[in-house]
């Protein structure tokens, strides 16, 4: 069971993505893009989720802040996965650094599958 950080501040959003998780992975959540990596720091995930959409520091700011307190050596590497208004966003994922994304709405078949790619350390085009 692996420990996964979801960032937003969308009760529905989370509520979607624990259903899908649920009884594989344990989902531990945070509402603002600032709590992300000290929640890491806490936490340890193996993975992080991040809602495009997060109050004043958005899911790209704290995958950026993400990677570079990672280069630092501050943390260690972990897969990154940007959840994505549209498509089109995609170049914000890429520019972010983000392993891979997904855009909403979201299916469960959809974020497990992702879900489990990332935890096994293999590229998702999910």
Known sequence: MTDILLATDSN???????????????????????????????????????????????????????????????IEPRPVALLLDREVDTFLANEARADTHLVKPLNAFQVLRAVESLVAHEPSSA
């Open 12 to 74: 529905a959003l989370a509520d979607e993505v624990e259903a899908a998780v649920a009884g594989a992975h344990l989902l531990h959540r945070v509402r603002s893009g600032v709590d992300v990596v000290p929640a890491i720091m806490q936490v340890d995930p193996g993975l992080v989720l991040l809602d495009l959409q997060i109050g004043n520091m958005g899911g790209v700011a704290a995958c950026l802040a993400v990677r570079q307190r990672e280069e630092m050596g501050d």
